[in-house]
């Protein structure tokens, strides 16, 4: 069974992809010792577990609610032979807190952070069509150099800290992808101009090649651009010839496909999406398209009684928001806790303001220890959302 089955990065989508959520192999590591006794060769993986639900979770199947230093996944995962002449990545949505990947035996890499993605190229350490992946996740919400949101720093959940969160708790997929590939984007929309700045940065440079742009709005073509690869870092500009304000309430979005071509032929095309709005601050109001809005904000601190940090189904995340319109609000103060980007996609598509803020309570950030660990999860965050219209 496949849980969480929808695309997790809406910003950057592509047709071939594998969902790796559903059942793997779990191992609880009390002290910490799993790497050194060598646990991704022939780890004692005696439970299973549902990704993409945290341990401490009813819908993880372990429900086991007390502090873990360490837990392991392990799955075996079929790599489709059509793949098999592209690169392979590996992606995980957040993995709380230092996490640690092997594939077939090999360390394919690590990631500090328990909020932000990682993506991992797997290519070299495959040998055919199965790839064996183990993850060593390791969290201490106690230490004080990690941002643990309003996780409960004690046994029970206390004050306004709750049951916590350890391991991988967002989606795992894997994606297949050319020698040279679009990596990420970033947009800046001018509403006065009718104009999109668009920046797409390719994983390599590779001669002969040029981007082509197309944007739609409601299916009908308002933009296209062909611009050519000089590196790998591409700029281009599109003028739309319709130009359809987003604003709270008024979800107005444009449909955007990149295409990465060679000698005619497509290498690699993404599906994305963007709206035109601005924001700025005159006289100590917020105004979106020159207006001032006053924002009605729920304080959503993004806890589900059955999936702890992870909602159960994509619906539940549109539902939220749905439950917080209906009520009168307009936008939401996303609390101690960097939302999973599925839950900007609904609030982009329904016209809901949103603030972000880092998920940085148990971390002391008066000190470079504390900023060691702030500052690049946070970085990595405002990258992955700054298309997103909240």
């Known amino acids: 069974m496949t849980i969480r089955n929808e695309y997790p990065r809406p910003q950057l989508e592509r047709k071939e992809w594998l969902n790796l959520n559903g059942e793997w192999q779990f191992a609880f590591d009390h002290g910490k010792s799993g790497i050194e006794r060598e646990f991704y060769k022939e780890g004692p993986f005696t439970n ?96 004080g150099l990690q941002p643990r949101g309003k996780q409960s720093g004690r046994y029970y959940s206390a004050g306004c800290d709750y049951t916590r969160t350890t391991g991988i708790w967002q989606t795992v997929w894997m994606e297949a992808v050319p020698e040279t590939y679009i990596k990420k984007t970033a947009y800046k929309t001018n509403p006065k101009s009718g104009t999109v700045s668009i920046e797409a940065y390719l994983n390599q440079y590779e001669k002969e090649l040029v981007l082509e742009l197309e944007a739609t709005y409601k299916g009908k073509g308002v933009a296209k651009e062909t611009a050519y690869v000089s590196g790998s870092h591409i700029h281009a500009n599109l003028s739309l010839s319709e130009i359809h304000l987003w604003e709270p309430g008024k979800p107005q979005l444009y449909d955007l496909t990149l295409s990465l071509k060679k000698a005619g032929q497509v290498v690699d095309q993404v599906e994305s999406y963007f709206g035109v709005r601005s924001v700025s601050i005159e006289d100590k109001a917020i105004l979106i398209n020159d207006k001032p809005i006053f924002q009605r904000l729920v304080l959503d601190q993004g806890f589900y009684p059955q999936g702890i940090y992870t909602a159960p189904t994509d619906e539940d995340l549109k539902k939220d928001i749905e439950i917080s319109m209906e009520m009168g609000f307009n936008g939401a103060r996303m609390h101690e806790k960097i939302f999973e980007p599925r839950f900007l996609y609904w609030a982009d598509q329904l016209g809901y303001l949103v603030w972000g803020e880092h998920g940085n309570w148990g971390l002391d950030i008066t000190g470079s220890k504390g900023l060691e660990r702030f500052l690049p999860e946070w970085m990595e965050a405002v990258e992955r959302d700054f298309n997103s219209q909240h």
């Not at 995980?92 to 190229?121: C, I, M, R």
């Open 48 to 143: 299973t577990i549902q990704v993409p639900f945290c341990p401490e979770s009813e819908l993880s199947g372990i429900g086991y609610t007390d502090f873990m230093a360490a837990v392991w996944y392990k799955r075996v995962v079929q790599i489709p032979e059509s793949w098999l002449n592209q690169r392979i990545i590996l992606h995980f949505g957040a993995v709380d807190y230092h996490a640690h990947v092997w594939v077939n035996g090999q360390k394919a890499g690590e990631h500090k952070g328990g909020y932000t993605p990682f993506s991992l190229d797997v290519t070299n350490f495959l040998n055919g069509e199965e790839a064996i992946i183990v993850v060593c996740a390791e969290d201490d919400t106690r230490s």
